[in-house]
Every structure is written in C-alpha cells, then in structure tokens.
C-alpha cells in the first residue's frame, strides 16, 4: 500500500491541512497527467497512468474524513471495516432507525423539506463523531476510532440516500 500521506508531503494525521491536500492533488493530477505523455514510450505511458491513479486514490482517501481515518487505522494494522467488527451501541442503533423511518417517510412523500432537515441533523452528526474522531487519534486510542469509523460508515451511508432521494 503507497503511503498517501507521504506522496501529498502530509504528517500521517487525522487533521490534515486540506488547502495543502488540495495544492498538491492539483499539483501532482497536472504532473502524472497521461496527456503529458501522449509522445513518450508506452512504457512512460503506463507509468504516467498509474501514477495519475495513485494520486487521484490518495486524494479521495485523504479528503473524505473517514476513509482517511480507517486508512490511519490501517497504518496501525487495525482493519476498521473487518467483519467481526459489527458490534453497535444501542444507543447508536435506535438512532438509525429513528433516521431510516423518517427517510423512508420524506421519500414516500417526496417531502424534500424533510429530507433538508435530516441531512442536516445527520451532517451535525457526523461533524460530532469526527471530534470524536479526532480526540480518539490524539489519545491513541484506535479501537475507539475503529468503532467511530464504522460509525462514520453509517451515517455516510444515510447521507448518500437521502441526497438520491433529494
């Protein structure tokens, strides 16, 4: 696995400069370009293409919030998204089906004023588990984040149906 903290010149961290990500993607994205090497030998070609995917999947793992964080995870050797991690706390589990009975409401009705709202509530929710995010890698403390991540996972998720259903 490429470290992608290195290749954007970033401190492998949960908080990252994102106007440093975005000026270097934007830097290495007209490097790597494969149009750049449209009259150099297949061999540089091929190179060019796959550098070129390297950062454009460096980019979308360290700009989404949680896709960097299981990344870190996975620099610990902790697999936030294996399978036998699917424990929940209740708490956590009324709360989303709470959120997939008022989606599944709006939709129905195609009620996109409630649908506004819940995104809404949802994002708050998700800038909340991201301080706790951040205070988890702080601390160390890693199965935490993994918890948060898989979390995160959910309400990402909750995010991308209701922004179809918008």
């Known amino acids: 696995m490429a470290q992608y903290f290195t290749l954007f010149e970033l401190e492998p961290a949960f908080d990252i400069d994102i106007e440093a990500l975005e000026q270097t993607y934007r830097s290495l994205a007209a490097r790597f370009h494969p149009d750049k090497y449209a009259s150099a030998s297949i061999f540089e070609q091929k190179q060019a293409v796959m550098m070129a995917s390297a950062v454009n999947e460096a980019y979308r793992v360290l700009k989404n919030p949680t896709e960097r964080a ?24 009324m709360q989303q ?23 809404g509530e949802i994002a708050s929710g998700q800038l909340n588990l991201q301080q706790h995010l951040r205070t988890a890698f702080l601390k160390q ?16 998720k909750l995010r991308q149906e209701i922004q179809a259903a918008s």
Not at 98 to 115: G, K, P
């Open 141 to 156: 403390s890693y199965d935490e984040a993994a918890s948060l991540v898989r979390q995160s996972r959910f309400l990402d």
């Open 70 to 93: 299981a990344y870190l995870l996975l620099q610990h050797g902790i697999e936030a998204d294996a399978p036998e991690h699917t424990a929940f706390a209740p708490e956590f589990l």
């Open 97 to 119: 089906m709470q959120w997939r009975e008022t989606l599944e409401e709006a939709r129905a009705c195609s009620n996109s004023a409630v649908l506004a709202e819940l995104d």
